[in-house]
């Protein structure tokens, strides 16, 4: 039979290994001026990568399961100049409704978490998952065949909680 303190004290390493290893991973934790390389050294390959007029952008989402969009911008000499997290309804309000195309919203926000469509309008409506004071909510952004962003409303994402229990 094995001590229990030497259990715990395993279990104890294991919870700091997983914590250092959360850190490695924090897009908010990186100072500016940190370069291209050892940035995706810490975080990985970025899921998408935007040239800018000034730079580069390297995002990193966190969609479909996640709740967060780190948009990293790079001058052009590749150092990190700014951090965002733009999964936040400040950031979707920015949204130019009948000017921003399917292009331009994959280039802020990423991919989407889902794309619906629905009898009622004729285009696809890009999901987004995100947190507002704590809550988990839903941005949808409605594209018409086109590709124009035509209306942006935003919901209250339902959980397995919010599942109604039909046994008596």
Partial sequence: ?????????????????????????????????????????RLGQPTAVVALTDGTRLQYSRQPAGQQVYNLTLDAQGRLRQVDQVMDVAWFHRIGIGTWTRREVQQEFGPPALVERVALFDGDIWTYRFLENGASRQAHVHLDPAGVVRRLMFTDEPLPDDVPDLEP
Avoid at 12 to 21: I, R
Avoid at 22 to 40: F, H, K, S, V, W
């Fill in 1 to 41: 039979m094995k001590p229990v303190w030497r259990s715990v004290s395993r279990a104890w390493v294991w919870a700091g290994l997983l914590a250092l290893a959360g850190c490695t991973g924090m897009p908010e934790r990186l100072a500016q001026g940190t370069p291209r390389n050892d940035i995706e050294a």
